[in-house]
Every structure is written in C-alpha cells, then in structure tokens.
C-alpha cells in the first residue's frame, strides 16, 4: 500500500514540482526541490527494505536432476477399462509422462513424453481430436508402466504416434 501511495505522490507532485521549479517564486522553489528530494528518498527507502528471498524448492531441483527429458517407445498395452502401457524403464526413469492421445478412425494414435517440462512439447502435433493426459508412471522390475483412464473400445487399434506402427497387446 505504501508503494501505490508513493507512485500516487510521484504522479501527481511530480509535475507540480516541475512547474513551480520553472515558474514559481523563490520560496515555491525550495518548496519544491524539498518536495522532489523528500520523493527520490522516500523510493531509495522503498528500494533499500529488505525482502525475504524464498528458498529455491529443493524438492523440485532434485527431482529435474535425476529426470531426464525423453520420448520412451511403447512395448506393449493391455486393454480393458483402461489403457495399460508399457515400456523399458531407464535408471533415472520420470515419476510422471505425457500421453497424447488422438483417434484416427479405428486407430487410436499414441505419443509419450517423459521430462522434466512434461508438457512442453505437445503442441507440435497438429489436428483435432486429441486429448492430452499427464499421469504418474510405475517402475517394477525395469518396466515402467501408466494406466490410461479410457472407455473400453474393443474396435481401436493402438498405435504409436511417431512410428504409426501397432502397438502389440499384452
């Protein structure tokens, strides 16, 4: 509140201060360059005040660290009342992916992404129709897997979305 009454203060005594320094007596003079000091300290103080620094999210730093961005090719899917994708899993394999999804006719096209800006790099894919999910991924026994939440549709073909080749059911 401080800051918007001094920016206040500065727009309208600024001016002022200005045409007085011009045409003002000399006494309207001294008043005006006390005026314009008393303004310049007043922003020097607001600027000086010290602010709390907040700690960088150790958290976050770590896990971008141990997460390395890559486009993970799918080995296999197991339909029912959701999508279960799997595919090699890495020694620093992300904790989430972005899957997106588009529907071509009777074929379901399927693009993964893992890394630390998992949704960075969506929108090179043109067209309707898709829709964008980011889930967690499971790791166990150096298979890393997500579950897609879709209706079953016993008449899509899975597809990956890169290679345009079937992905083979499990």
Known sequence: MLAISLGVAWLVLGP????LLIRGSTGERMAALVTLALLEGGTI?????????????AIVANVVAACQERVPVPHS???????VLTWAAEPRECGAAA??????GRRLRLW???GPGVGSRLAVLPGHHQH??????HVKSGTAALRLPMRENPEYVLTDGRTGRRIPQA
């Open 77 to 83: 899917a197991k339909l029912g009342h959701e999508i």
């Open 112 to 114: 993964l992404y893992e």
């Open 99 to 104: 899957v997106v999804v588009r529907a071509e």
């Open 16 to 19: 002022l201060c200005l045409w």
């Open 132 to 137: 964008v999910f980011t889930l967690p991924v």
């Open 45 to 57: 103080a607001m600027g000086a005040e010290e602010r709390p620094v907040p700690a960088p999210p």
